[in-house]
């Protein structure tokens, strides 16, 4: 469990490093740094969180993003809804890791408060059951 626990330490200012770059004046290098710092940073800190916790807690292994989405789907980390949406988020993840533009990078930009909001309640979610499975 302490490994969980440390990955949530990792996870838990990410999300928070993202909405405070999407509150900087909009220009190309805040909107870069939103999501080649921020975002992909947060993307990977929040999905290894819940890939220890499946892990360690549900004795699931999910060796990526797509499978820790359906694992915590499928434990109810993540509703159908969210799980459909952070399929989303992963793709627009790899996006920005493999590719540039100057169109894709103003359209994920643009999805960004969504995606930093979904990454924080999958968080939130992982947090409460770790506290529950600590017993409180």
């Not at 990410?14 to 740094?33: H, M, N, V, Y």
């Amino acid at each position: 469990m302490e490994r969980v626990k440390e990955r949530l330490r990792m996870a838990r200012r990410a999300p928070e490093t993202l909405f405070a770059a999407l509150k900087e004046p909009k220009s190309e290098i805040a909107r870069d740094a939103a999501i080649h710092q921020c975002f992909e940073y947060s993307f990977g800190t929040v999905w290894k969180a819940a890939q220890a916790f499946l892990a360690t807690v549900e004795n699931l292994p999910a060796a990526s993003p797509g499978s820790a989405i359906r694992a915590s789907f499928r434990t109810g980390l993540l509703s159908e809804d969210e799980a459909r949406r952070m399929f989303g988020v992963a793709r627009d993840r790899n996006l920005t890791v493999h590719t540039h533009n100057e169109e894709l990078a103003e359209e994920v930009f643009a999805r960004l408060p969504g995606h930093a909001a979904l990454l924080a309640g999958w968080l939130a979610r992982l947090e409460e059951r770790v506290s529950q499975d600590a017993g409180g």
